[in-house]
């Protein structure tokens, strides 16, 4: 499931494949991918002008120029893939599946008037778009709840802890996971960033340091630039805008690196437990239970 590096990535490779393009028609097979009123559709989508794509936790927003925006939601095996006119590979897909678009997981088919198109693929099915006015997106229940983004500047470790504190007797892996307290760590972050901060993810937040909690704060953040910097992590389905993969699995520490040798100590191999029912990746040595 794509978490904050990988949706941010695609946002960046949208927003330099797709901006002041002209949507001149969509094509959907399966309702539950865009269940959009036609009316709306045909005023708002249609003819309009792609302005901006941006991000709010794992959410991709594209803003059209009649004040109506496409709400983007991933889930577990979404993908945003576009397509050139001549090579039908603005980027070389490596991987099969994605050398013919549309194929049999395309869902929305969106066409430019460059003849460029914009494939939304979902094989799950659990992922959908849905068009509405600009205006009324902070007001979805999802936006009203959702964390703070722990890569902006103007967030600060005092916030973090404080957002973290309201949940004392949890355990600190869920605590990071859930999108109200801090927005867009899934799976592959928690355990990344519990590993460079040193802490074990079953601690109870009532038992961390305000130390503890500092050098969290600064794992999350340092683990999601480089993986930015690195297009995210493929794990299963998880493409960039221009179909090839992230690769910042090759440089992470514990997640998918079960009986390597932990990379701080040396001394011990990174062991797979389940937290919170959460396969979880940690290195008994470096992470102690407090
Ligand atoms: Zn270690």
């Not at 050139?84 to 008037?113: I, Q, Y």
Request: proline share 4%; aromatic share 8%; with cysteine.
């Amino acid at each position: 499931m794509p978490e904050l590096p990988e949706v941010e990535t695609v946002v960046k490779g949208l927003n330099k494949l797709i901006l002041n393009k002209k949507v001149v028609s969509v094509e959907s097979d399966w309702k539950k991918s865009f269940p959009n009123d036609i009316n709306a559709v045909e005023n708002f989508l249609i003819n309009s002008i792609i302005k901006a794509v941006r991000r709010r936790a794992k959410v991709i927003i594209i803003d059209l120029n009649t004040n109506y925006s496409l709400i983007c939601h991933l889930r577990m095996t979404g993908q945003l893939v576009y397509r050139g006119e001549c090579n039908w590979g603005g980027g070389h897909p490596n991987d099969d599946f994605l050398a013919n678009l549309p194929n049999k997981s395309t869902r929305v088919t969106f066409s430019f008037s460059d003849n460029t198109k914009l494939f939304f693929n979902d094989q799950r099915k659990f992922g959908y778009i849905i068009l509405l006015p600009t205006s009324e997106i902070n007001n979805l229940p999802f936006f009203k709840k959702v964390g703070p983004e722990p890569l902006e500047d103007s967030f600060k470790v005092e916030h973090f802890i404080e957002r973290v504190s309201l949940k004392q007797n949890s355990m600190i892996k869920p605590t990071i996971l859930d999108q109200s307290v801090i927005a867009g760590v899934g799976n592959i972050y928690a355990d990344e960033s519990l590993w460079e901060a040193k802490i074990h993810p079953e601690t109870r937040v009532n038992k961390l340091s305000s130390v503890d909690l500092e050098n969290l704060y600064k794992a999350i953040r340092k683990v999601m630039k480089i993986s930015i910097q690195r297009g995210g992590s493929t794990d299963r389905n998880y493409v960039k805008a221009d179909g090839t993969r992230g690769n910042y699995l090759e440089y992470a520490s514990v997640y998918h690196k079960n009986n390597e040798i932990c990379k701080r100590c040396k001394k011990f191999r990174i062991s797979k437990i389940k937290v919170a029912g959460r396969g979880t990746h940690i290195c008994e040595n470096c992470q102690k239970v407090k």
